[in-house]
Every structure is written in C-alpha cells, then in structure tokens.
C-alpha cells in the first residue's frame, strides 16, 4: 500500500530560519505529491505540488522537488516567519485513477520573533 | 474561481443525536467531491467520495453516511453520534482528470 512519511514535530524556529521538513514516500505506482498547510483552526490549503520526477514545486517562498531515487518530497525555506507558524502535510495521490490522498501525519512548525 | 463552503463552522451534538454537515461548491461543473475526517491521534481519513450525483463510495464502514443530490452539494450524515465522531470534518473537491484536492474551511464538531 501506499505511505508517507515525515519528520515530527513539532519544530521551532527563530524567525529567518531555515526550514526543512522531511518527506519520504511509498507507492505502488508513479505518485502526484503535494504539501498542504493548515493554520489553526482552518481547512487545509494547497501549498505546492509536483507531478512527476525532479519538478519542483514552489509557492510562498517554499519549495519541494521530486526526488524519484530517494522516494522524497522535502519542504524548505529559506527564510520562515511567524506568519509561517502551522501544520505541514505531505501528501500522496497514486496515479491516473486513484481518488485517496494518503497523507503524513502532519508536522506543526512554530516560529518565534 | 473555484470555492467551497462548508456549514456549520462548529456544532456540540449529544450522542445518539442526528447529524447533517453540508458542502457546496462554486464555481466548476461535475466536481469529484470528498469527505474526510481530521481527529486527534489519527491523522486525516477519507470517509467517501462521489464522481457524480448520487454516486458515493465509502472508505471506511462506519456509522455515517454521504449523498450527493445535486452536482455541487455534498452531505455527511449520521443517524445517531457516537463519541468517536468528534473531529474535524473537511470537505474537498477535484477535477476528474486532475488529481489536486482542494479543501473546504471544515466543520468542528464535538459529541458530548
């Protein structure tokens, strides 16, 4: 079956920090792979996306690429603030057909002024 | 654009009370539509999904229920709550050909 993992947390940063939240994959087929955000008390919202090997994804300043060899789809940032302070999920979709998001468990970032 | 309401926001319900949580969507045609469930410990769960009026797939048996009666309108039902029902529920809705799920603002719900 179809997994994800990434790093707990929860992770706090100073503001201008460098943020990196690991994610790695386990798929049966060639997987879409997304990063959601929630802030709290909110829905989740697209963050970035990637389709298929060695894309990168960017939005906000963050950015994630498609590393096929070693199952992985790590978020960084150069430099957080504490508007950034929110739950991360990476995220899975199992080819043409498939309808489920497989999601990691979440890692909630904390940035401190 | 695209939007997706969900209502209402929060709702406190004893249990073995009936439940009926909506979700609408604007803005696009023939939406695939989803249910998923947020609680503490165990992450986000799909419950259903519909590619079409009246046709529901269920994920996980359970004591809740979906429809679809109406192209943009999606609604999670319960007869009777039960504790382990307390969650966030979070709607989303995807093109067909598209795999991106997008999410509505969610729905708290608490079962006394």
């Known amino acids: 079956g179809n997994s994800v993992t990434q790093m707990e947390g929860p992770v706090t940063l100073s503001e201008e920090a460098f943020l990196t939240i690991n994610c790695t994959y386990t798929?049966?087929?060639?997987?879409?792979l997304f990063w959601y955000v929630q802030y709290p008390g909110e829905g989740l919202q697209l963050l970035l996306k990637?389709?298929?090997?060695?894309d990168k994804g960017s939005n906000k300043g963050f950015e994630a690429t498609y590393r096929k060899e070693t199952t992985s789809f790590h978020l960084e940032k150069g430099s957080v603030q504490v508007s950034d302070s929110a739950v991360y999920f990476c995220?899975?979709?199992?080819?043409?057909?498939?309808?489920?998001?497989?999601f990691g468990k979440g890692t909630k970032l904390s940035v401190i002024p | 654009s695209q939007t997706i309401h969900q209502w209402p926001a929060t709702l406190v319900q004893p249990v073995g009370s009936p439940l009926s949580l909506e979700c609408t969507v604007e803005?696009?045609?023939?939406?695939?539509l989803y249910w998923y469930r947020q609680a503490a410990g165990r992450g986000l769960q799909l419950l259903f999904y519909?590619?079409?009026?009246?046709?529901i797939s269920s994920e996980v048996p359970q004591n809740l229920s979906a429809s679809r009666p109406q192209d943009r309108q999606f609604i999670l039902s319960s007869k009777k709550l039960l504790l382990s029902d307390s969650g966030f529920y979070l709607c989303?809705?995807?093109?067909?050909?598209?795999?991106?799920?997008?999410f509505g603002p969610g729905t708290r719900l608490t079962v006394l």
């Open positions: 519909s590619v079409g009026i009246g046709q």
């Open positions: 803005g696009t045609s023939n939406p695939n």
């Open positions: 995220a899975l979709i199992d080819g043409a057909g498939s309808y489920q998001l497989t």
């Open positions: 798929a049966t087929g060639y997987p879409s």
């Open positions: 990637a389709t298929k090997a060695d």
């Open positions: 989303a809705h995807g093109g067909g050909n598209t795999d991106t799920q997008y």
